[in-house]
């Protein structure tokens, strides 16, 4: 059975998330509607919100402006409330938010935006695991095609059908020059091995081979030959160092070379 605090801290809570007191109204005195402390309460929220939108969402804002973005992060802040008091993560949905609101129409590579924003977030808060030095590769080469490597708890990658991963890393950039959306196609790959979030551009073998190891749990043979199918004339050498250099794996378990 709730205690009667607990009762009062849900209702209180409901009250905030709903935006109408009537889940108070067995604590609040005779005729007493709103009380004028919860609008304090509402508003402080809705603040933290927004400023932690800002924060998670950077490029977001820098593309358009404090004053739309603030705005917008406004309406999604009123219509998904935050789950906990712990707002360093806030805004999983507004990447989706943001492809179904009207005053987005005109910026149709906001939502992508958003999406690569949050991956970096995700990057930051993801599990510590060690980065495999090159060194846990050096195995005969049948049984290293054999093998499954774990991917890092941090790496996140995704491909676009244009420039949109290039478009945000310019943006991203400390000193931001001009950015042009190009029609290429373009891979994207955000990792945290150690204490500094990475993002890169990535291309279409080193996708198809990250592809293969998270949704199919290829070997490395499998992978590399996912990465050739993908790109004939991918250097299929400098894209493994590079995969190791960027700190994508954190174990290495031996398969069967038969």
């Not at 309460?41 to 969402?57: E, H, M, P, Q, S």
């Not at 970096?120 to 499954?148: G, I």
């Not at 950015?179 to 990475?198: A, C, F, H, S």
Request: aromatic share 10%; proline share 9%.
């Amino acid at each position: 059975m709730q205690s009667a605090l607990s009762q009062f801290q849900d209702a209180f809570v409901a009250a905030l998330a709903e935006r109408t007191a009537a889940p108070l109204a067995a604590w609040l005195p005779d005729g007493e509607a709103e009380p004028a402390g919860l609008s304090v309460y509402r508003n402080t929220i809705a603040k933290g919100c927004i400023d932690a939108l800002a924060a998670n969402f950077p490029t977001v804002a820098s593309l358009v402006g404090d004053d739309w973005f603030r705005a917008a992060a406004a309406l999604f802040a009123r219509d998904n409330p935050p789950a906990g008091a712990a707002l360093l993560a806030y805004g999983e949905g507004f990447a989706d938010w943001l492809a179904r609101f009207p005053p987005a129409d005109d910026l149709p590579y906001l939502p992508a935006m958003a999406r690569l924003d949050r991956m970096w977030t995700t990057a930051l808060f993801a599990p510590e695991a060690e980065p495999l030095a090159a060194e846990a590769f050096a195995l005969a080469p049948d049984v290293l095609a054999a093998a499954r490597p774990r991917l890092h708890p941090s790496l996140a990658f995704a491909w676009f059908d244009r420039g949109l991963p290039g478009l945000w890393l310019a943006a991203r950039a400390p000193e931001p020059g001009e950015m042009t959306l190009v029609d290429d196609p373009q891979g994207v790959l955000v990792v945290r091995p150690e204490d500094t979030v990475r993002s890169r551009q990535l291309d279409l073998a080193g996708f198809a081979f990250l592809d293969a190891i998270a949704r199919d749990g290829a070997s490395l043979g499998q992978a590399i030959t996912a990465a050739a199918e993908a790109d004939p004339a991918a250097d299929l050498a400098a894209l493994f160092a590079a995969l190791i250099a960027d700190g994508v794996f954190s174990g290495l378990a031996p398969g069967d070379p038969a």
